[in-house]
């Protein structure tokens, strides 16, 4: 009797799971009868024909990414490189999803391979480095097209690895090594450029300065000079002015004359004291005292 009951009860229970289907929100179900296709069952509790109905596909409607595995490709300039990538779709149509392809992931995936091959082979190597956004927008571009009966959406792809082979990376290494020393050089001769420019000017106003230093020295000097001179011939112009007026006044040229006397004797007394050959008397002593006698008498006749 315990037996028949739990019998039945299993049963009750699996007719009523049949009969119900919960659907949760990030996916949507094909539902089929008999093996037809009848609805798309979106998130929510739906009720199911035992034995007749079924959920035939889950579709994830979240946007999934998907791993594009690393293949070989052949760039334009005949260099071959390994790409991999990231492609984003999300189902944007369960029904295509379902009965459009057999596995749209898996379509997706080696489509992505195909175009990305394809678009690889279009450009140069430098250029798959320098144009990676351009080309991921080509790549989902034509992704997305040729999926349009298979009722998913392409969102983006992202290359995440452009690797070229060995050869190809010594090479561009290499290349790379003699670009810096190049800068290097560059930098440095710029730099001893520059510093022989900032020298050379130095130098430039090191012999500006000691010119117009000689300069301005050679003009104080010269401003002195001509102020000496300037002097001189004001006081020579002054003695002899005091001279001419003094030869004006009476008896001024007898007093004149008396003085060239003097000198001539002291001038004459010198070279007979340096002579080795007497030509006069050498004492001129007593003519000397004789002519300043004479000179003062003149004088003091003058005065009166």
């Known amino acids: 009797?315990?037996?028949?009951?739990?019998?039945?009860?299993?049963?009750?229970?699996?007719?009523?799971?049949?009969?119900?289907?919960?659907?949760?929100?990030?996916?949507?179900?094909?539902?089929?009868?008999?093996?037809?296709?009848?609805?798309?069952?979106?998130p929510g509790i739906h009720f199911m024909i035992p034995i007749l109905d079924k959920d035939?596909?889950?579709?994830?409607?979240?946007?999934?990414?998907?791993?594009?595995?690393?293949?070989?490709?052949?760039?334009?300039?005949?260099?071959?490189?390994?790409?991999?990538g990231i492609v984003y779709i999300k189902v944007v149509d369960s029904y295509k999803a379902s009965y459009g392809i057999s596995d749209y992931k898996s379509a997706a995936v080696n489509l992505a391979q195909t175009t990305m091959r394809s678009e690889i082979g279009k450009i140069d190597l430098d250029k798959t480095f320098s144009e990676r956004e351009k080309l991921n927008e080509i790549?989902?571009?034509?992704?997305?097209?040729?999926?349009?009966?298979?009722?998913?959406?392409?969102?983006?792809?992202?290359?995440?690895?452009?690797?070229?082979?060995?050869?190809?990376?010594?090479t561009m290494e290499k290349q790379m090594t003699a670009?810096?020393?190049?800068?290097?050089?560059?930098t440095l001769s710029a730099g001893e450029k520059e510093a022989r420019i900032m020298a050379?000017?130095?130098?430039?106003?090191k012999a500006i300065n000691i010119s117009e230093g000689e300069k301005q020295r050679k003009i104080n000097e010269a401003a002195g000079k001509a102020i000496e001179i300037e002097l001189i011939a004001e006081s020579s112009a002054n003695g002899v002015r005091k001279i001419a007026e003094a030869i004006q006044?009476?008896?001024?040229?007898?007093?004149?004359?008396?003085?060239?006397?003097e000198q001539f004797i002291h001038e004459y007394g010198k070279i007979i004291e340096k002579a080795k050959v007497s030509?006069?008397?050498?004492?001129?002593?007593?003519?000397?005292?004789?002519?300043?006698?004479?000179?003062?008498?003149q004088k003091e006749r003058m005065i009166v």
């Open 139 to 170: 790549i989902v571009r034509e992704i997305d097209h040729a999926s349009e009966n298979w009722g998913i959406k392409v969102l983006r792809y992202e290359l995440t690895n452009i690797i070229p082979s060995r050869n190809v990376q010594d």
């Open 200 to 205: 050379s000017e130095g130098e430039r106003i």
């Open 56 to 84: 035939a596909y889950h579709r994830e409607i979240r946007e999934r990414a998907l791993e594009v595995p690393g293949q070989s490709c052949i760039t334009c300039d005949n260099i071959q490189v390994e790409v991999s």
């Open 279 to 297: 030509v006069l008397p050498n004492d001129l002593a007593y003519l000397k005292s004789l002519i300043k006698v004479i000179s003062s008498s």
């Open 1 to 42: 009797m315990w037996i028949g009951i739990f019998i039945f009860t299993v049963l009750v229970f699996l007719s009523t799971r049949s009969m119900i289907i919960i659907v949760p929100m990030r996916e949507e179900v094909i539902k089929e009868r008999m093996g037809k296709f009848i609805a798309v069952l979106k």
């Open 179 to 186: 670009e810096r020393e190049k800068r290097a050089q560059i």
């Open 249 to 261: 006044k009476p008896n001024g040229s007898l007093a004149v004359k008396a003085q060239n006397i």
